[in-house]
Nanobody
């Protein structure tokens, strides 16, 4: 059974940067989709990045150009580099492991053609989250 553990969350000022890590324990399939999601208190969960087994990444317009997902296959760690953070980026950030098809469906979500709640079941393993707080 896969286990994910996020770290790197902190409190920063607007304009600052953070790098989140997601340590992946145990087996992952050869074809997969890994995602970064966030949820602010009282708000719906959002997808902010996906990366597949080939390293292809996708982002919604809200973070494109500021967030970068990457994966270290040797150390089995997923990263999310976040630059120019803004108060609206404040949230609990989660990493998740899903089927390879999930990355394709997430592109439709980023284009606002499907709801995230319809895609969530495609991500079967989730971490517990790490808190990011951005002050103005």
């Amino acid at each position: 059974q896969a286990h994910l553990q996020e770290s790197g969350g902190a409190s920063v000022q607007a304009g600052g940067s953070l790098r989140l890590s997601c340590e992946i324990s145990t087996y992952i399939p050869s074809r997969y989709c890994m995602g970064w999601f966030r949820q602010a208190e009282g708000k719906e969960r959002e997808g902010v990045a996906t990366i597949d087994q080939d390293g292809d990444t996708r982002y919604p317009a809200s973070v494109k150009g500021r967030f970068t997902a990457s994966k270290d296959n040797i150390n089995n760690t997923l990263y999310l580099q976040m630059n120019n953070l803004q108060p609206e980026d404040s949230a609990m950030y989660f990493c998740a492991l899903g089927s390879s098809a999930a990355c394709i469906t997430m592109q439709r979500y980023y284009a606002r053609r499907v709801r995230l709640e319809d895609i969530i079941p495609s991500f079967g393993v989730w971490g517990e989250g790490t808190q990011v707080t951005v002050s103005s």
